[in-house]
């Protein structure tokens, strides 16, 4: 369908083949929090810590230069979203873009692998926190590495459950866990400015700067933006929801950029009153830094006893939209005879993509396991650094996309950035890619291994297309990779 087409119908009813269309119902607001809560996530949870431990005092500035070139890229995605209106992303622009439909595969498998990677880091960070909780209610849980792998592969398989049954997502819903994510991270930030009002609180440190091993200004703030890139994922997610945004390409250029500064505010006031308030050695070592955060800057307060739930239930919210979004890729491209046509069957009752969600959940069961037992890695620091990796190279390749798409004339009035935004876009990708960055190897090492299977799988069904259908390995229609 045509870009010109899909304008012309552009109004509730049906579109062009009579099939009806989504309801146009995200205004200014309701846009701008989808995409607030779909940056904040576990990403902050999850590596405050470690960025502190690249370079101490300062962990605020690798947020923000995460945050500049999230943007740079939110920019080409704005392009692009506004130029082709339809709910398929980073794939869709790579197939416009190159007409290579391997190519256009590996786009997509890798944003299905960097959602499984997402899911497994968000579960070890609620596993954490959730025995973390349990323990300071006087449970005796326990809080060890065992018990934490016990309880992220327990919660993945809970994922499957909710998953399988079929989970019936709405903006009004997104809403209320946007304001619970909120809620956490104003508890971190009120707690600073409490313990600060008290005198408890060293602001000398936020401007120092310390690497323990040594490294450079510029190679340590490297290394922790590489990490803190994590927390700047999720807007990218938003373009999916362009085909149900009235007047997208007047609101979502103003909304997702709002919707990122807010989410940069919110992270560099949390990443400042971490350091201001726990030692950079003692967050560097911790699993739940955000829950020491509370408990040392009110200890007079039971807030300590709380906010684990809270960090539970913010950070579930976002790997079951992962998962969601892998096992539905999935069944889109079975759909489309790129992956094998058994992971596009549904429950008959529910209608959910049963084999899908068993085998993404199969993958990131095995992925957790394999990063904690065989490779005997920080399963949140390794995970997180994966997705940022993943995520980064699709990046790279929307960001040359935009470039490449500007010889494609389309009719009606949509964003366009200015030439050089996509290009320094795709560069600093590309950079934050490289392992200069200081990037454990064994990021690439998971990387590789799922990519290896997207391929593996891809061939097995080329030969299937081959040998009893008798037709050629390709998407049909990459508008529709949801199914």
Same mark, same amino acid.
Not at 254 to 260: A, K, N, S
Not at 403 to 418: E, K, M, Q, S, Y
């Given at each position: 369908m045509s870009d010109a087409s899909t304008r012309s119908t552009g109004h509730p009813g049906t579109d062009v083949d009579g099939a009806p269309k989504l309801k146009r119902v995200l205004g200014p607001k309701l846009l701008l929090l989808f995409i607030v809560g779909d940056v904040l996530g576990a990403g902050i949870y999850a590596i405050t810590g470690q960025v502190a431990g690249e370079v101490g005092g300062a962990a605020w500035l690798p947020f923000l230069v995460a945050f500049a070139v999230a943007t740079l890229t939110a920019f080409a995605y704005l392009e692009l979203v506004t130029k082709y209106p339809h709910a398929a992303g980073a794939a869709l622009y790579t197939h416009k873009a190159f007409r290579l439909h391997f190519v256009t595969f590996m786009v997509a498998f890798a944003v299905i692998c960097s959602g499984i990677t997402s899911a497994s880091t968000s579960a070890n960070v609620l596993a954490a926190n959730l025995l973390a909780g349990l323990e300071g209610a006087g449970w005796g849980v326990g809080t060890g590495s065992t018990a934490v792998l016990a309880v992220a592969l327990g919660f993945m398989l809970l994922l499957a459950v909710v998953n399988l049954r079929g989970v019936g997502e709405s903006v009004?819903?997104?809403?209320?866990?946007?304001?619970?994510?909120?809620?956490?991270?104003?508890?971190?930030?009120?707690?600073?400015?409490?313990?600060?009002?008290?005198?408890?609180?060293?602001?000398?440190?936020?401007?120092?700067?310390?690497?323990?091993?040594?490294?450079?200004?510029?190679?340590?703030?490297?290394?922790?933006?590489?990490?803190?890139?994590?927390?700047?994922?999720?807007?990218?997610?938003?373009?999916?929801?362009?085909?149900?945004?009235?007047?997208?390409?007047?609101?979502?250029?103003?909304?997702?950029l709002t919707g990122l500064g807010i989410a940069v505010s919110f992270y560099v006031l949390v990443s400042i009153t971490a350091v201001a308030l726990v030692p950079v050695g003692e967050l560097a070592e911790s699993d739940t830094a955000l829950l020491d955060v509370v408990a040392i800057g009110a200890p007079d307060f039971p807030i300590d006893k709380v906010f684990p739930f809270l960090t539970v239930f913010a950070v579930a919210n976002t790997a079951l939209i992962n998962m969601l979004m892998a096992s539905r890729l999935l069944y889109g491209m079975g759909k489309?005879?790129?992956?094998?046509?058994?992971?596009?069957?549904?429950?008959?009752?529910?209608?959910?993509?049963? /084999?899908?969600?068993?085998?993404? %959940?199969?993958?990131? #069961?095995? +992925?957790? =396991?394999?990063?904690? &037992?065989?490779? $005997?890695?920080?399963? /949140?620091?390794?995970?997180?650094? %994966?997705?940022?990796? #993943?995520? +980064?190279? =699709?990046?790279?390749? &929307?960001?040359? $996309?935009?470039?490449?798409?500007?010889?494609?004339?389309?009719?009606?009035?949509?964003?366009?950035?200015?030439?050089?935004?996509?290009?320094?876009? $795709?560069?600093?990708?590309?950079?934050?890619?490289?392992?200069?960055?200081?990037?454990?190897?064994?990021?690439?090492?998971?990387?590789?291994?799922?990519l290896v299977v997207g391929v593996g799988l891809w061939v097995l069904t080329w030969l299937e297309n081959r040998a009893f259908r008798a037709q050629r390995t390709g998407f049909h229609d990459p508008t529709d990779l949801s199914g």
């Amino acid at each position: 369908m045509s870009d010109a087409s899909t304008r012309s119908t552009g109004h509730p009813g049906t579109d062009v083949d009579g099939a009806p269309k989504l309801k146009r119902v995200l205004g200014p607001k309701l846009l701008l929090l989808f995409i607030v809560g779909d940056v904040l996530g576990a990403g902050i949870y999850a590596i405050t810590g470690q960025v502190a431990g690249e370079v101490g005092g300062a962990a605020w500035l690798p947020f923000l230069v995460a945050f500049a070139v999230a943007t740079l890229t939110a920019f080409a995605y704005l392009e692009l979203v506004t130029k082709y209106p339809h709910a398929a992303g980073a794939a869709l622009y790579t197939h416009k873009a190159f007409r290579l439909h391997f190519v256009t595969f590996m786009v997509a498998f890798a944003v299905i692998c960097s959602g499984i990677t997402s899911a497994s880091t968000s579960a070890n960070v609620l596993a954490a926190n959730l025995l973390a909780g349990l323990e300071g209610a006087g449970w005796g849980v326990g809080t060890g590495s065992t018990a934490v792998l016990a309880v992220a592969l327990g919660f993945m398989l809970l994922l499957a459950v909710v998953n399988l049954r079929g989970v019936g997502e709405s903006v009004k819903f997104n809403v209320v866990l946007t304001v619970v994510e909120m809620v956490a991270l104003l508890i971190v930030i009120g707690v600073g400015f409490f313990a600060m009002s008290q005198g408890n609180a060293d602001l000398g440190r936020v401007m120092v700067f310390e690497s323990a091993e040594g490294k450079s200004l510029f190679i340590a703030v490297t290394a922790a933006t590489s990490l803190a890139f994590f927390a700047m994922v999720g807007f990218e997610d938003s373009v999916n929801m362009v085909e149900e945004t009235r007047e997208p390409e007047r609101i979502f250029p103003r909304i997702m950029l709002t919707g990122l500064g807010i989410a940069v505010s919110f992270y560099v006031l949390v990443s400042i009153t971490a350091v201001a308030l726990v030692p950079v050695g003692e967050l560097a070592e911790s699993d739940t830094a955000l829950l020491d955060v509370v408990a040392i800057g009110a200890p007079d307060f039971p807030i300590d006893k709380v906010f684990p739930f809270l960090t539970v239930f913010a950070v579930a919210n976002t790997a079951l939209i992962n998962m969601l979004m892998a096992s539905r890729l999935l069944y889109g491209m079975g759909k489309q005879d790129v992956l094998p046509r058994v992971l596009s069957r549904v429950l008959p009752g529910r209608r959910t993509p049963w /084999v899908a969600i068993v085998f993404s %959940t199969a993958l990131a #069961l095995g +992925l957790i =396991v394999v990063v904690a &037992v065989l490779l $005997a890695e920080s399963s /949140v620091e390794a995970l997180s650094g %994966t997705t940022a990796l #993943l995520l +980064l190279g =699709v990046f790279a390749v &929307v960001n040359v $996309a935009c470039l490449v798409l500007r010889r494609d004339p389309v009719d009606g009035v949509h964003f366009t950035a200015p030439t050089v935004i996509p290009a320094l876009g $795709a560069v600093a990708c590309l950079f934050f890619v490289g392992p200069w960055t200081g990037r454990d190897t064994v990021q690439y090492t998971i990387a590789a291994g799922l990519l290896v299977v997207g391929v593996g799988l891809w061939v097995l069904t080329w030969l299937e297309n081959r040998a009893f259908r008798a037709q050629r390995t390709g998407f049909h229609d990459p508008t529709d990779l949801s199914g």
